[in-house]
């Protein structure tokens, strides 16, 4: 039975040509999406870092030991700051022999990077820096510049810390280093900046340090790191592992994606395959062939299209690694220099599952094909059969489907609206929407046709002329045709109905939920006058906020972002949110919190106001366990409760102590995320926004209207999504377009007998061909509109949610990306259609029909 499938597909090529180049794309793009993926688990050696020269390292753990409800295992837990090192293990560590205490702190000169660091000089030979000219900081008004340039020793220099800015005169450069952009000052400055000690490096005897460590609290207290791991306490080693971290969820979706789609695809190529040799397989049972041997038939075939188009989409996976790693750096998704090798097993594993999909997709065209009888060789007719089975399966599972899926959105928009705030969760009650429309597709292709061609229908009824005379011979030709050949306007409509829909619905509902947190900040500066935002800088300083306060009428909320750290799942993880602190009465008088319970007024120490969504949902004066973010434990009680869920802040607070464990970890004080200003009645707004101008002036901040904070939000949080979007999006999108265009060429080519029928009854060749383009045009747009379908009601429960959490919220539907997609559709489909459809005429005048079947093309 395998030398019959071989024979088979060498002498019938055409008719696997689309499951081979569907299959071989699938495995293409699953191949490149594993070997990026492969390429971001774990990081790759950065060369020198920050404590690359230290021989022995300790640093702050960062983990707390985390028990869950009713018992179990300790889980350790990463906290988002990092606190200092004990006094006591510092001694202890010390008496081990040489250390090097490291204090690093905010610092960035006035024309510096965001990302510039202040550090002691004595650190410095730590990381490898050596002076290219100068001297070493000798007096505290004195820096060294890391990657400096010789002409600047001996200028003075302006540079601003968490705590205002300052002056110092240039003593000496280094040279540039990858892994940072470094300001250093005396030691004794630098630890007046940031007393705490983050990191030690200890020249004496590991085996030492490590029981010095253990004596003076062990885990939980600080961590000893030797060789390789003395990249984890380098901040840029971290940057760079979230940065690939980042990547793999959206590759990891579009392979999934892509590698469902494969199956559907390719099943459905094969079943058009099968169609198109009914007759064939017919005659095999005519001479004796059982159905099981006819099964086995068709299995062998896949297995072998399936082992041919792996080892070709292996290949293109190989070659397309290179170019989507290129793109991932160019859309600065990953850091300059992201390569992606080329692995055997990740090019084993793709080639592994195209073939499972090839045998998987190709389960039910075999199931079909043992059910084809001895006596259908015998028919004259080749109309298609389409069982009344088939088309009630279609139904029940679309319908399953996409019911389950808007089930799930009602749900959703009703009991848990703050789930659709979360992009995840987002996408996880899309896609059985998407699976809905697609199963749904061919069955609703019809009506959708009958649709959009109800118009020229009606005009032709209104002027007393038949249907066929609404839009000429080629137009009533057109729908019949579309209409009565099921199999080909399904193929047609499928991809189309997969790539609108799954566009629309994702670009949509992360749309909505982006202009929604926009929402949320609007509202809460719907009071607000003014603004006051970093300007090249990563925050505030404290400076700034003294000055913004200093000036007369003007009531000012000072925002400094931090974090709480609450037990989720009822309490089996710990996690952290987002919060922030704020003067209550400040934050009363100037922005506009949706409070539903309590007072902001009762804001104070040992109190928190918190999102309605916050685990556990508590009430207004139960008290809460939570961790500050440096992992600290308190216990807070609810002083209000907000009524939104969308908001980027999830809990207030106004304790000094969250803040000096939150962003500022180590290296001091906390920079403000933003500064909220509210006039007196009657102020003069252009003289208070000048008198606010001259404040900030030169200390790293700007003033702007809250229409600009709004409308920057906008734009971030825009571009954020869009390139995330694209990495989904692209190689599913690619795929369906290519499948398309397959599905399109393989039935157009089986329509010879059709064709030369027209052109027997009198159509010219150019009719013909405009019969072929408008009937795939009618099947690409009533694609489209199936897509839309979906689209409106994916992104309607999204919206109905989030209505529930922020208020009235805009809705937005991608029509213009959708509109773009079917275009593309349609360029794509048209000469897929059109030219096979030409040659299939060339020559033959309408004598085709006298050959019979059509044969191999």
């Known amino acids: 039975m395998l030398s019959l499938a071989l024979a088979s597909v060498r002498l019938r090529w055409a008719s696997f040509v689309g499951s081979f180049v569907a299959l071989a794309c699938g495995v293409a793009l699953l191949a490149t999406s594993l070997l990026v993926i492969s390429a971001t688990v774990g990081v790759p050696d950065q060369g020198r870092q920050r404590f690359s020269e230290a021989p022995v390292l300790v640093i702050a753990d960062l983990n707390v030991d985390f028990t869950p409800a009713g018992g179990g295992d300790v889980q350790p837990t990463q906290v ?17 022999g040489r250390t090097v205490e490291d204090h690093t702190f905010y610092a960035q000169l006035a024309d510096g990077p965001r990302d510039q660091v202040g550090r002691a000089w004595s650190s410095a030979a730590l990381g490898g820096y050596r002076l290219t000219a100068g001297t070493a900081p000798a007096t505290d008004d004195q820096v060294v510049l890391g990657g400096g340039r010789p002409e600047q020793i001996g200028r003075s ?123 064939e397989l017919a005659l095999l049972r005519l001479i004796g062939a059982t159905r099981r041997q006819l099964r086995a038939l068709v299995l062998r075939e896949a297995l072998v299209v399936g082992v041919l188009a792996s080892a070709a989409g292996c290949a293109l996976g190989a070659v397309g690694a290179a170019p989507a790693g290129r793109w991932l750096v160019d859309h600065d998704l990953v850091p300059d220099g992201f390569t992606v090798p080329v692995t055997g097993w990740g090019l084993l594993v793709a080639g592994a599952i195209g073939l499972l999909t090839a045998l998987t997709g190709v389960l039910s065209s075999a199931v079909k094909a043992g059910l084809i009888s001895p006596g259908e060789a015998l028919a004259e007719a080749d109309a298609e059969r389409t069982s009344r089975a088939a088309l009630a399966f279609r139904w029940a599972s679309g319908l399953l489907v996409l019911g389950g899926g808007i089930a799930a959105l009602a749900l959703t928009a009703r009991g848990w609206p703050d789930a659709a705030a979360s992009v995840a969760d987002a996408l996880a009650l899309l896609l059985p929407i998407v699976a809905g429309c697609v199963l749904l597709a061919a069955v609703l292709a019809g009506p959708a046709i009958r649709l959009l061609t109800a118009l020229p229908a009606l005009v032709a009824r209104l002027r007393g002329r038949s249907v066929e005379d ?114 209550p009465a400040a934050l009363a008088a100037v922005d506009r919190l949706p409070v539903v319970a309590g007072s902001l007024a009762d804001l104070g120490p040992g109190a928190v106001v918190l999102s309605r969504t916050w685990p556990g949902s508590p009430a207004v004066g139960a008290r809460i366990a ?100 694209l990495m989904i999006l692209g190689l599913a999108i690619g795929y369906a377009v290519i499948t398309l265009a397959n599905s399109l060429v393989m039935t157009t080519g089986d329509r010879r007998r059709e064709l030369s029928l027209l052109r027997l009854a009198g159509a010219t060749r150019g009719q013909v061909l405009r019969t072929v383009a408008v009937e795939t045009l009618l099947c690409v747009t009533a694609g489209a509109l199936l897509g839309g379908l979906g689209t409106a009601i994916s992104v309607g429960g999204s919206w109905t949610a989030l209505t529930a959490l922020v208020g009235p919220t805009p809705v937005l539907v991608p029509w213009t990306v959708m509109g773009v997609l079917a275009a593309c559709c349609a360029a794509v489909a048209l000469p897929a259609a059109v030219l096979p459809a030409a040659l299939a005429l060339r020559g033959r005048d309408g004598g085709g029909i006298l050959h019979g079947a059509a044969g191999p093309a």
């Open 80 to 96: 988002p700051a990092q606190p200092g090192l004990p006094a006591g293990l510092l001694a202890a560590v010390a008496a081990t």
């Open 157 to 279: 220099v302006r540079f601003v810390t968490a705590d205002g800015p300052h002056t110092a005169t240039v003593s000496g450069v280094t040279g540039a280093e990858a892994f940072e952009h470094a300001v250093f000052f005396t030691d004794a400055r630098a630890a007046r900046f940031s007393p705490a000690v983050g990191a030690l490096a200890a020249f004496g005897p590991a085996d030492a340090v490590r029981r010095a460590v253990e004596a003076n609290g062990g885990a939980g207290v600080a961590r000893v790191l030797t060789g390789a791991e003395r990249a984890q306490a380098d901040p840029h080693h971290a940057e760079v592992a979230a940065r690939l971290d980042g990547v793999q969820t959206p590759l990891g979706l579009s392979a999934a994606v892509s590698g469902g789609t494969a199956v559907f695809v390719v099943g459905g190529t094969f079943a058009l395959s099968i169609a198109q040799r009914r007759r």
């Open 470 to 583: 609404g839009g000429g011979i080629v137009w009533a030709t057109a729908r019949q045709s579309a209409l009565t050949a099921f199999r080909r306007t399904a193929a047609t409509t499928t991809p189309v109905v997969l790539i609108v829909a799954f566009a629309g619905c994702l670009v949509g509902s992360i749309d909505t939920i982006d202009r929604a947190q926009v929402t949320e900040t609007r509202t809460q500066l719907s009071a607000a006058d003014l603004v006051v935002v970093p300007a090249g800088t990563p925050g505030l300083s404290r400076t700034v906020a003294d000055r913004v306060r200093a000036v007369p009428g003007v009531r000012a909320a000072v925002i400094t972002p931090t974090s709480l750290m609450a037990a989720v799942d009822d309490g089996q993880a710990l996690v952290p949110f987002r919060a922030a602190t704020a003067d």
């Open 626 to 725: 939570v961790r500050l973010a440096d992992g600290t434990p308190r216990e807070l009680r609810v002083a209000a409760l907000l009524g939104t869920g969308a908001e980027a802040v999830q809990a207030w607070v106004t304790d000094p102590d969250a803040v000096t464990g939150g962003v500022g970890g180590v290296g001091g004080p906390a920079l403000a995320e933003r500064i909220d200003l509210r006039l007196p009645p009657g102020a003069d707004r252009a003289q208070a926004a000048a008198a606010l101008r001259t404040a900030v002036d030169g200390l790293g901040a700007r003033l702007e209207t809250p229409e600009q904070v709004w409308s920057a939000a906008t734009d971030s949080t825009a571009r954020d999504s869009w390139n995330a979007l």
